[in-house]
């Protein structure tokens, strides 16, 4: 695997992970992806991934490794604390300045917490509603990120490009405010829906 090349890394290949980092990889991004189980790391290259650039990592190590600086990893993992799991095994192997994000479900108030005690090490934290679901994922879903506001300019670009469209091609996706803003307004977009 080739060192630092992909522009962002997903952890966790269910649907959901599966067709958004399908969706990167059509808007010309190289995503790294990893899965706790690694078998569906190397099932989601052969299967719905082949053919792509799309990057398989069999550790997290590889993973890391393989991001560009600022480093992205993105977790579409179970929200709680499959969470704060994903993020103790990146931590020993980001540096400050590097960028997790959190596309899952999470309760704001976590989200909050996650923000302050990553900040405290130099790590910069996203909380982000992710709708449309797997339709949306793959297409084009809305995209409500909050947390660490130096990170936003690192991910806009391509939150943006994978984001559904409106008439006018605006992206339905935008900067939504500190800590757990995000999944705050995810939160009251479940409870409209």
Known sequence: MQKESCDIGLIGLAVMG????????????RVAVFNR?????????????????????HSIEEFVGSLKRPRRAMLMVKAGDTVDQMIEGL???????DIVIDGGNSHYPDTNRRTKDLAEKGILFIGTGVSGGEEGARF???????????????????????AAKVEDGSPCCDWVGENGAGHYVKMIHNGIE
């Open 18 to 29: 599966q067709n958004l980092v399908l969706n990167m990889n059509d808007h010309g991004y």
């Open 91 to 97: 931590l020993p192997h980001l540096d400050e300045g």
């Open 37 to 57: 189980t690694v078998s569906k790391v190397d099932e989601f290259i052969q299967n719905e991934a082949a053919g792509t650039q799309v990057v398989g990592a």
């Open 140 to 162: 084009g879903p809305s995209i409500m990120p909050g947390g660490s506001p130096a990170a936003w300019p690192h991910v806009k670009e391509i939150f943006q490009s994978i």
